[in-house]
């Protein structure tokens, strides 16, 4: 149990083990890149521990933005706004549900499904809004990464093509019963 053997360490080589052991994650992560040690120090002591198995949701879409995930091992769907399809995968060293935690109404815009089993480090919202307002660095490559995640998802999900599934042209179907029933006049027989 890594936490166990990190709790009997001085704190100055705590931090060391732990950037040691989430380097590749930190070289990878493009916010992460080109920051001040002392920020990645303060990070890897604020990264959680979880575990995703295969097919469980991770993130349900509109649930509250609680924390962002990244992926050391394994791979995620990103399932498209109230669908049953994923619009892409992301793989070892990826992370989301970051613009969650920036978004005014603070919720999750879509749904993430672990693909493989995964493991993840998670850092919540509370940490999150510290690093963002102690470190102005690394706010705004934040928020660039951010935006710049936000346009290549909304991109993601006009390429998907809702109406060659099943589960789009039900609801299509659905509301247009529901149109037709509430707008005639419909005869009710005993």
């Known amino acids: 149990d890594t936490e166990s053997v990190l709790a009997l360490l001085p704190k100055h080589l705590r931090k060391e083990l732990l950037m040691y052991i989430n380097r590749s994650l930190m070289i990878r992560v493009p916010f992460f890149q080109?920051?001040?040690?002392?920020?990645?120090?303060?990070?890897?002591?604020?990264?959680?521990?979880?575990?995703?198995?295969?097919?469980?949701?991770?993130?349900?879409e509109g649930q509250n933005?609680?924390?962002?995930?990244?992926?050391?091992?394994?791979?995620?769907?990103?399932?498209?706004?109230?669908?049953?399809?994923?619009?892409?995968?992301?793989?070892?060293?990826?992370?989301?549900?970051?613009?969650?935690?920036?978004?005014?109404?603070?919720?999750?815009?879509t749904t993430i499904r672990a693909r493989k089993r995964c493991q993840l480090s998670t850092l919540s919202k509370e940490n999150v809004q510290?690093?963002?307002n102690v470190f102005p660095n690394f706010n705004m490559a934040f928020r660039r990464e951010a935006l710049r995640r936000m346009k290549l998802s909304q991109k993601a999900m006009a390429k998907a093509r809702?109406?060659?599934?099943?589960?789009?042209?039900?609801?299509?179907?659905?509301?247009?019963?529901?149109?037709?029933?509430?707008?005639?006049?419909?005869?009710?027989y005993a």
């Open 65 to 109: 933005a609680e924390r962002m995930f990244f992926i050391n091992v394994g791979s995620v769907h990103v399932m498209a706004p109230h669908a049953l399809y994923h619009v892409a995968v992301l793989e070892q060293y990826s992370y989301f549900g970051e613009i969650g935690l920036l978004v005014t109404h603070g919720r999750h815009s």
């Open 34 to 60: 080109d920051q001040d040690e002392s920020i990645m120090k303060e990070i890897v002591e604020m990264l959680q521990s979880d575990i995703a198995l295969q097919g469980q949701t991770i993130i349900h």
């Open 162 to 188: 809702p109406e060659m599934c099943s589960e789009h042209r039900l609801m299509i179907e659905v509301v247009k019963a529901h149109s037709i029933t509430t707008h005639n006049d419909v005869k009710t």
């Open 130 to 132: 510290r690093l963002l």
